[in-house]
């Protein structure tokens, strides 16, 4: 596929019109994306600096940036699509980056009131401090990146954070899967030590958790508070080497209420409307699809319509 979308023979509006007729001819008033990228600009061109060097080690292919422009664009291309609220999923790399993070997303919510206020952590002195000022504030979910971030979600400092945002109800969107490549803390060990500590928590587990698709299908079987979202799930780049099993179609169905649309936008190698009709062509129907690209995240965030 081609870096921008319109090189694929689609332009803007095309793509926009596609994207519409999607949403539209299920009934819906828009979509509801959880898992999309803003973040202040010269972090986020060094996590395209990291795709454009790394991406070839990721499934032996490249990882072309499609939605790569300035943020602007890239919130007028949400809004083109018709997507009705979006995240600002940032993480830190290293400790004293989180609060500062969150100081520019705090920004990023005011003056794009379409932004669920998005929030992040990591374990350092301090960390619940500044969580808590960021629940007082408004921050209405939270990103954990346990691959990028390299440390236990289990680690002991982050258990009063774990604890203040189970009982806030402010749900975590978090990669603890160990895909597209392994961390030392992936994998679903960690998170469920987390979870039979803090079972009302509001995790959602982003990229349904691959490659450990069915271990993480089974912690959300067993704990009801627990989501996971669709990013680059089913496509046809992370279908070649990161398939998701088809014995595990079942549970996903049964799922549906806890299926969350994601897509990481805009780091994604192929155009938005690709992960759209990835998710059509599993065959769960209307139904299904209703709940996971806008019903299940109104509920969960309190949004109209």
């Not at 402010?170 to 960690?190: D, I, L, N, Q, Y």
């Not at 990229?207 to 069915?214: K, V």
């Not at 549906?256 to 059509?280: K, S, V």
């Amino acid at each position: 596929m081609g870096e921008r979308g319109e090189r694929g023979g689609q332009g803007v509006s095309g793509e926009s019109a596609e994207v519409r007729r999607f949403w539209g001819g299920l009934g819906l008033p828009g979509l509801i994306d959880v898992h999309t990228h803003f973040m202040p600009e010269r972090v986020l061109r060094k996590v395209w600096d990291y795709f454009d060097a790394n991406g070839p080690l990721v499934g032996g292919r490249a990882w072309p940036i499609t939605y790569r422009a300035e943020e602007a664009e890239r919130t007028a291309r949400l809004r083109e699509f018709g997507v009705r609220a979006f995240t600002s999923m940032l993480y830190p790399h290293k400790p004293g980056m989180a609060e500062w993070l969150n100081g520019w997303a705090a920004g990023f919510a005011r003056r794009t009131p379409d932004c669920l206020h998005t929030a992040t952590f990591h374990p350092e002195p301090g960390v619940e401090t500044y969580v808590r000022e960021a629940v007082e504030a408004g921050a209405r979910v939270f990103k954990a990146h346990v691959q990028v971030g390299a440390y236990d979600p289990a680690d002991p400092r982050l258990t009063p954070v774990w604890g203040l945002l189970a009982e806030a109800g402010v749900p975590v969107v978090v990669h603890c899967g160990s895909g597209p490549a392994p961390g030392k803390h992936t994998g679903p060990e960690p998170v469920a030590r987390v979870l039979a500590r803090h079972p009302r928590l509001r995790l959602v587990v982003a990229h349904l958790g691959m490659p450990e698709y069915e271990e993480f299908l089974g912690l959300a079987e067993r704990y009801p508070q627990v989501r996971l979202d669709t990013t680059m799930a089913f496509t046809d780049f992370t279908e070649d080497f990161m398939p998701f099993p088809a014995r595990a179609l079942p549970r996903l169905a049964d799922l549906g209420d806890r299926i969350l649309l994601g897509t990481d936008f805009p780091n994604i190698p192929y155009p938005y409307l690709h992960q759209l009709q990835a998710l059509e062509r599993l065959g769960l129907g209307p139904d299904w699809l209703r709940a996971v690209c806008h019903d299940n995240a109104a509920r969960l965030f309190g949004l109209p319509g």
